[in-house]
């Protein structure tokens, strides 16, 4: 079992989490949302003991932990050695062989370079060295992140019969569905508990605001009687008796407002994003001719054709290593094929989100970095950065200072500056929080142009009127 007791973390003197308690044991699945920067990895970091508290206690009673990091780097090495290095004991590998069918890792190759792997199969890879450890607690960070819709509907399953404590950072409001018993959500420094699946959580959540927005009013009107009984008391005619009575009203008025101050709730979220456009439905956007992509005799797919039209919504899915990025890549100029034509609208104007955000230079501050890409004035930059929740501060912050949701939110403001004919979006929402992601939706969802999408986030997919979905697999495109 582990215990918190008025707990504290601040970094310089700025506070992140103020004085929470939690209890965290007996098996339950936990999982924590909140907004970019609210604190959720530090949290996991403070019970793991990776980071110490600034005050308060953390108890943990016959516990081992488990911890699986939001980004986590692997040595040079052979995916059996790296293994056999994590055995407590070296003749256990029999061990390895359980975790290996049990994650369903049907390529595994001990001699096979880690370097290798795709990034669900590094996913499993690290929960296997995790598992090895026989932790009680399993503590995750944005585990959907590295797997495609197989590998997360197959993680689900996993953590639900799992017989152990699991507690996950997540913003895939699906896999929250399916996973979890109770929801943390960090808000304003402190921990709010919901008993149920992420739904059960946001109906909860309305109805706690709803409470709050109802103490507010009573606060304000009982701060008016109170303003009220000040005005009348100062209207006595007897001077005596006047000073005597406002300075008891006025005694009475400090102390109810020390005691019963309430603040009206606000939540802070990004604006709605509005890209504007007026292609016509039957503009030809995108053309793929028998298009095929090899690297060295590794053939990626073949002989793909396809057409994209104005005001389609196109949801591109299907396997990892299947080469989706690769097609958005070819479509963009950034590889060559090996084979076939891509041919592009005539005077389209194409908003590209990649999937790693490789052009965001870390050792430049946010509005630099900004100006420089987008080329608006001071004014716009600070402007748009505001609207995304980057104060002027901020602004001046390095961009290896943000966390890897900050830095996506960062990365999402640059693309959202300007208007767009096509949207092509390459899993816009990794690392994004819930509330960023439900603008997004709402605006794509109003979007009168043409998107193409790639996304393993099925809650995101349904909300932003998906029109034609296609399948990337085993070298094939399919319409589904």
Same mark, same amino acid.
């Given at each position: 079992? *582990?215990?918190?007791?008025?707990?504290?973390?601040?970094?310089?003197?700025?506070?992140?989490?103020?004085?929470?308690?939690?209890?965290?044991?007996?098996?339950?699945?936990?999982?924590?949302?909140?907004?970019?920067?609210?604190?959720?990895?530090? =949290?996991?970091? %403070?019970?793991? #003991?990776?980071?110490?508290?600034?005050?308060?206690?953390?108890?943990?009673?016959?516990?081992?932990?488990?911890?699986?990091?939001?980004?986590? !780097?692997?040595?040079?090495?052979?995916?059996?050695?790296?293994?056999?290095?994590?055995?407590?004991?070296?003749?256990?590998?029999?061990?390895?062989?359980? %975790?290996?069918?049990?994650?369903?890792?049907?390529?595994?190759?001990?001699?096979?370079? *880690?370097?290798?792997? /795709?990034?669900?199969?590094?996913?499993?890879?690290k929960l296997i060295e995790t598992m090895l450890?026989?932790?009680?607690? &399993?503590?995750?960070?944005?585990?959907?992140?590295?797997?495609?819709?197989?590998?997360?509907?197959?993680?689900?399953?996993? *953590?639900?019969?799992?017989?152990?404590?699991?507690?996950?950072?997540?913003?895939?409001?699906?896999?929250?569905? !399916?996973?979890?018993?109770?929801?943390?959500?960090?808000?304003?420094?402190?921990?709010?508990?919901?008993?149920?699946?992420?739904?059960?959580?946001?109906?909860?959540?309305?109805?706690?605001?709803?409470?709050?927005?109802?103490?507010?009013?009573?606060? &304000?009107?009982?701060?008016?009687?109170?303003?009220?009984?000040?005005?009348?008391?100062?209207?006595?005619?007897?001077?005596?008796?006047?000073?005597?009575?406002?300075?008891?009203?006025?005694?009475?008025?400090?102390?109810?407002?020390?005691?019963?101050?309430?603040?009206?709730?606000?939540?802070?979220?990004?604006?709605? =994003?509005?890209?504007?456009?007026?292609?016509?439905?039957?503009?030809?956007?995108?053309?793929?001719?028998?298009? /095929?992509?090899?690297?060295?005799?590794?053939?990626?797919?073949?002989?793909?054709?396809?057409? %994209?039209?104005?005001? #389609?919504?196109?949801?591109?899915?299907?396997?990892?290593?299947?080469?989706?990025?690769?097609?958005? +890549?070819?479509?963009?100029?950034? #590889?060559?094929?090996?084979?076939?034509?891509?041919?592009?609208?005539?005077?389209?104007?194409?908003?590209?989100?990649?999937?790693?955000?490789?052009?965001?230079?870390?050792?430049?501050?946010? =509005?630099?970095?900004?100006?420089?890409?987008?080329?608006?004035?001071?004014?716009?930059?600070?402007?748009?950065?505001?609207?995304?929740?980057?104060?002027?501060?901020?602004?001046? +912050?390095?961009?290896?200072?943000?966390?890897?949701?900050?830095?996506?939110?960062?990365?999402?403001?640059?693309?959202?500056?300007?208007?767009?004919?096509l949207l092509i979006l390459d899993e816009p929402?990794?690392? %994004?929080?819930?509330e960023t992601k439900e603008v997004i939706e709402?605006?794509?969802?109003?979007?009168?142009?043409?998107?193409?999408?790639?996304?393993?986030?099925?809650?995101?997919?349904?909300?932003?009127?998906?029109?034609?979905?296609?399948?990337?697999?085993?070298?094939?495109?399919?319409?589904?």
């Amino acid at each position: 079992m *582990i215990s918190a007791k008025n707990v504290t973390k601040a970094y310089a003197g700025d506070i992140i989490l103020d004085s929470v308690d939690f209890k965290i044991g007996n098996n339950r699945k936990i999982g924590i949302v909140g907004k970019n920067g609210c604190g959720k990895t530090t =949290l996991l970091k %403070l019970i793991t #003991e990776t980071e110490e508290i600034s005050s308060g206690n953390i108890d943990i009673q016959n516990e081992e932990f488990g911890y699986i990091p939001q980004e986590f !780097n692997f040595p040079d090495k052979l995916i059996g050695e790296y293994l056999e290095e994590k055995l407590a004991l070296g003749f256990e590998n029999y061990k390895i062989d359980i %975790l290996v069918t049990q994650m369903d890792f049907h390529k595994y190759d001990p001699y096979q370079e *880690i370097k290798t792997l /795709s990034e669900g199969q590094k996913m499993k890879l690290k929960l296997i060295e995790t598992m090895l450890l026989e932790p009680t607690t &399993l503590f995750i960070d944005e585990p959907t992140n590295h797997l495609d819709i197989e590998g997360i509907m197959w993680f689900e399953n996993y *953590i639900k019969n799992l017989n152990k404590t699991v507690v996950m950072i997540s913003h895939d409001r699906s896999f929250l569905n !399916n996973t979890v018993d109770e929801i943390w959500e960090i808000e304003n420094k402190k921990i709010l508990r919901f008993v149920g699946d992420y739904d059960n959580y946001k109906m909860e959540k309305l109805k706690l605001i709803d409470k709050w927005d109802a103490e507010y009013t009573r606060f &304000l009107q009982k701060k008016r009687q109170l303003e009220q009984l000040i005005e009348n008391v100062r209207k006595i005619k007897d001077g005596k008796k006047r000073g005597r009575a406002v300075e008891s009203a006025k005694k009475r008025f400090d102390r109810e407002i020390t005691l019963n101050t309430k603040e009206k709730y606000s939540e802070k979220k990004i604006k709605s =994003l509005n890209f504007d456009t007026d292609v016509r439905s039957s503009k030809l956007m995108v053309r793929l001719e028998d298009l /095929s992509k090899s690297y060295g005799t590794k053939e990626v797919f073949n002989n793909l054709s396809f057409e %994209l039209r104005g005001k #389609e919504k196109v949801w591109l899915f299907g396997p990892n290593g299947m080469g989706k990025s690769t097609l958005v +890549k070819l479509i963009m100029g950034e #590889e060559k094929p090996t084979a076939g034509n891509i041919k592009l609208g005539e005077n389209i104007k194409i908003g590209y989100f990649a999937q790693k955000q490789t052009r965001l230079t870390y050792t430049k501050n946010l =509005l630099d970095q900004f100006m420089e890409t987008t080329h608006a004035s001071y004014g716009g930059a600070i402007s748009t950065l505001r609207k995304f929740l980057f104060d002027k501060d901020t602004a001046q +912050k390095r961009i290896s200072q943000l966390s890897p949701g900050e830095r996506a939110r960062f990365a999402f403001a640059i693309f959202a500056y300007n208007d767009y004919d096509l949207l092509i979006l390459d899993e816009p929402t990794n690392h %994004l929080d819930i509330e960023t992601k439900e603008v997004i939706e709402q605006s794509l969802s109003s979007y009168d142009g043409t998107l193409l999408l790639v996304s393993h986030d099925r809650y995101f997919v349904e909300e932003v009127g998906i029109t034609k979905v296609l399948n990337l697999r085993d070298g094939k495109l399919t319409l589904c």
